[in-house]
């Protein structure tokens, strides 16, 4: 059964926790699917992962730190790629984006979305070759899109009459032409939460087809013709495990697609349907395999363009948490245990909701595991904690750990590489962790971890 972090996954309270946490019957056991391809335990009950011990890693770099298992990335961007030869993936950068992973996206053969003058930047610094990076974003400044135009970037994403205005002026005064797509809001409501529900009506993004407003821009960026439109892009939200919503998607966008060619008798040559696709962060979510997401896909559309009586356009497709979110753990260290009325035991760690706000910010869920050590302990529904002073600092709402974890003691939080680095503060004034990239026995700081100089460094008043 299919299920999704926006659900009720506060229903009961008490030593059970939410109905679909189970007690361990081996609190020490790996869910295997939760976790990068080369994470295992030493017969001392330690975690392992591309070679390396979580303890050396926690006394080498110190904690909280995020470790990427770069085997698993790899293997990851392979299968997208494999289960879409004849398409394009583009890497969703904002989902985690540092020059190393631009690289190694960039290596396995994957295009990259960015959103923001500063992604852009990260991925013309690494090398990335510009034709091969898409632009979004719905506020796209004159000087980005200046940026983007200059450094030839393969496609951006238009998102307003305003940025079409903007583009259309910066085409002309340059002499080029560039390629665009034009984001659609189809009116779909992704099943996840409200936040990361992004086709529905009553939000900030794109065109919207109910009101005519998509098919009106289409025919403005035609006629005008000073950029060159290359197809439509829908994206319907993010941590979706059910296909309906880019099926009900596609068939919308397609009819539009109809309806231009009849309009102007063009047949656009491409269609982005986005990404999303979920992943497991505990054991009741149970994602697709990217070759599952490929046939479904490619289904939907060549069903919807035979009943349009339209040309399959080249389709693309944008995971970013699939690729990158599986990859990585966070390992902290326990600072303090605390029991709470028989209710459950507080474990608090040295990082908290600057390093992961998904928790306080979309009602996310997560496990964890005792990392440094096996216990022969009974399990204890414990609810694990940050250091920082907010009664929602929480990273993980419910597990099952040894009721003897204790300070010292090392936990890890799997499925934390995406949006945790990347939507990481400095509240409290605590400073980011590191991101440590792992491979054969090998670990290198790929971003380092801020200090407090860092901090002091921009205060200059």
């Avoid at 306080?360 to 869920?365: C, G, H, K, N, R």
């Amino acid at each position: 059964m299919r299920a999704h972090e926006a659900g009720a996954l506060h229903g009961e309270l008490g030593t059970r926790g939410p109905a679909w946490l189970r007690t361990p019957e081996d609190v020490n056991a790996l869910v295997p699917h939760l976790w990068a391809r080369t994470v295992a335990r030493r017969p001392d009950g330690a975690l392992t992962v591309g070679g390396c011990d979580v303890r050396d890693l926690a006394r080498d770099y110190g904690t909280p730190v995020y470790v990427l298992d770069e085997s698993d990335l790899r293997a990851r961007c392979q299968e997208f790629r494999a289960a879409f030869p004849d398409e394009d993936v583009y890497y969703a950068g904002k989902a985690f984006l540092c020059r190393a992973v631009v690289r190694i996206i960039a290596e396995e053969g994957l295009f990259l979305d960015v959103c923001t003058g500063g992604e852009l930047a990260v991925a013309l610094a690494a090398g990335m070759p510009a034709e091969r990076i898409g632009f979004h974003g719905n506020n796209k400044s004159m000087g980005e899109l200046t940026r983007a135009v200059e450094a030839g970037v393969g496609r951006i994403i238009v998102d307003s009459d305003t940025e079409i205005d903007r583009l259309s002026a910066l085409a002309r005064e340059r002499g080029v032409r560039p390629r665009v797509l034009l984001r659609v809001t189809v009116g779909v409501e992704a099943h996840t939460h409200e936040f990361i529900a992004t086709a529905h009506e009553d939000q900030k993004f794109g065109f919207s087809l109910a009101s005519g407003a998509a098919i009106g821009a289409a025919l403005r960026i035609l006629d005008e013709d000073a950029l060159e439109l290359r197809g439509l892009h829908s994206h319907i939200g993010s941590q979706i495990f059910d296909a309906s919503g880019f099926e009900v998607s596609a068939r919308r966008v397609l009819a539009l697609q109809a309806q231009i060619r009849d309009a102007r008798g063009v047949e656009l040559p491409e269609l982005d349907l986005g990404g999303g696709f979920g992943i497991a962060y505990t054991t009741q979510d149970d994602p697709a395999t990217p070759a599952d997401l490929a046939k479904r896909l490619r289904k939907i559309v060549d069903g919807e363009c035979a009943a349009e009586r339209l040309a399959v356009p080249r389709l693309s497709v944008e995971p970013g948490r699939a690729v990158v979110g599986p990859a990585v753990f966070t390992l902290y260290e326990v600072g303090t245990v605390k029991d709470v009325d028989g209710i459950r035991g507080y474990v608090s760690v040295d990082g908290g909701m600057s390093d992961n706000i998904r928790t306080a910010l979309y009602d996310a869920s997560y496990s964890a595991t005792l990392a440094s050590r096996a216990s022969s302990a009974r399990p204890m529904l414990a609810r694990v904690v940050g250091k920082h002073c907010e009664s929602g600092d929480i990273v993980v709402k419910d597990e099952f750990l040894p009721d003897d974890v204790q300070p010292g003691d090392l936990l890890a939080v799997p499925g934390t590489g995406a949006y945790c680095r990347s939507m990481a503060s400095n509240y409290n004034h605590v400073p980011r962790p590191p991101v440590v990239a792992v491979r054969d026995g090998v670990a290198r700081v790929i971003v380092r971890r801020e200090t407090e100089d860092d901090l002091l460094a921009l205060d200059v008043g």
